[in-house]
């Protein structure tokens, strides 16, 4: 069964700290995503990662960081975490092979920023 | 820039009714489309998806959904729909490479028992 792996469901950091949110996924996928959900807004793609190390910029990458050191794992930094950065994020796997070109989702972690 | 339209951002319904959420997306290439639904406490997951062919799909749990590619429109719609189909509901582009996905803001569907 497919799966993907969030670190936490529930994170609450105060504005400034570093903040880590790990992804893992267990089906070997080259693409992985991280979006932020937002009421009204949708999903909005923060920044993808097509083989490891390699790194994209997505719509909303501003006060984001990522890292990608193996093929499994997706990781999302927050440098230095404000108010308006929380919400809900969801880490996201596919594969670049074959004709299957479903994303499939974690269960998100839900940061709150105080 | 790639867009999706999503008409309705709440639609409440007695169980039974019929639905129909409308989805408008603006991109010039091929597309690939889905709708991703995401139950209460859930993660989000693929109902159907539409890359070519009949344009006319089915998903799971009896949704369907028809790509006209004339009016840019991918339409989801169920028959007669029940209260555990209360969720919220995405739209969804393929675009810009690496299997990106430009999603519309959701439309959240709450069915009356």
């Known amino acids: 069964d497919v799966k993907v792996t969030q670190s936490s469901r529930y994170l609450v950091k105060r504005t400034g700290e570093k903040v880590f949110l790990e992804c893992v996924q267990d089906?070997?996928?080259?693409?992985m995503f991280w979006y932020r959900q937002d009421p009204g807004l949708g999903l909005r793609l923060i920044y993808f990662s097509y083989d490891v190390k390699m790194k994209e910029k997505g719509d909303i990458p501003e006060g984001y960081s990522v890292s990608r050191e193996k093929k499994e794992r997706f990781s999302l930094i927050l440098e230095s975490a404000s108010t308006n950065q929380t919400s809900m994020y969801l880490c996201?796997?596919?594969?670049?092979?074959?004709?299957?070109?479903?994303?499939?989702f974690g269960p998100g972690t839900r940061l709150t920023v105080t | 820039a790639q867009s999706v339209s999503q008409h309705n951002h709440h639609v409440i319904l007695s169980e039974a009714a019929s639905l129909e959420l409308g989805c408008n997306y603006s991109?010039?290439?091929?597309?690939?489309l889905f709708w991703y639904v995401q139950y209460p406490g859930q993660h989000l997951q693929l109902l159907l998806k539409?890359?070519?062919?009949?344009?006319l799909v089915k998903g799971i749990k009896g949704f369907e959904a028809e790509f006209i590619k004339s009016k840019f429109s991918f339409n989801l719609r169920k028959p007669s729909v029940q209260w555990s189909d209360t969720a919220e509901y995405f739209c969804?582009?393929?675009?810009?490479?690496?299997?990106?996905?430009?999603f519309g803001a959701g439309t959240r569907l709450a069915v009356h028992p």
């Open positions: 089906m070997d996928h080259e693409n």
């Open positions: 539409y890359f070519s062919g009949d344009p």
């Open positions: 996201a796997s596919s594969s670049s092979s074959g004709a299957n070109y479903e994303q499939y």
């Open positions: 991109y010039g290439g091929t597309v690939n």
């Open positions: 969804a582009v393929m675009g810009g490479g690496y299997n990106k996905l430009i």
